[in-house]
């Protein structure tokens, strides 16, 4: 197989209960999910570029199956999906990982995180929502639980911004005012 066959990447949108999303994904795993935009196109035109639409592989199905379960409201665990971040700097695959582990239902902080990760340098945590508003890989890596300092909403790159950060956290049983659930450290 040459390296072009490699690293092509796929994708398709798909229906949920909360508008059309998109995936995108590689034979490594998946590289990007599009939360709803304002249409199915617009969705859509946020995934094509370099991509060509394809019907998804069994592994990629199984995690539209995920997504949709998960924005109809049921408890979904995205550990286990493979990604495809191999153009992440080290810095911020070892954020997305940590971010993995925090499960449903939990919260964390920017600071917490970027402590998580080794880091006293107290710029840590802007680095730390830099990445997570990098993150092409929402739900799977899990940004929207990842709070502000005196955990706050923070911010949410999605469509949406912090509207729908905030839906996703209801989605996840957090009211308005109850948004800080710990998570372990994994």
């Not at 370099?50 to 109809?72: H, K």
Request: contains cysteine; positive net charge; aromatic residues 6%.
């Amino acid at each position: 197989m040459d390296v072009q066959a490699r690293t092509q990447e796929s994708y398709c949108v798909f229906d949920t209960a909360m508008g059309p999303c998109g995936v995108a994904w590689s034979e490594r795993g998946l590289t990007r999910l599009q939360l709803p935009d304002s249409d199915r196109s617009a969705t859509e035109k946020k995934l094509r570029t370099g991509r060509m639409p394809a019907e998804p592989p069994p592994n990629i199905r199984r995690v539209i199956t995920q997504i949709q379960d998960y924005l109809a409201g049921r408890e979904v665990d995205f550990s286990s999906v493979a990604v495809d971040v191999k153009d992440t700097d080290p810095f911020r695959r070892k954020i997305y990982e940590l971010a993995r582990a925090i499960g449903w239902g939990q919260t964390t902080t920017y600071g917490d995180l970027a402590r998580l990760a080794g880091s006293d340098d107290p710029e840590a945590a802007r680095e730390v929502g830099q990445a997570m508003a990098r993150n092409r890989i929402p739900l799977v890596i899990p940004c929207h639980r990842v709070l502000a300092s005196g955990n706050r909403i923070g911010g949410f790159s999605a469509p949406g911004g912090t509207l729908t950060k905030r839906h996703l956290l209801a989605l996840e049983g957090h009211g308005m005012r109850d948004l800080f659930t710990p998570c372990a450290a994994p």
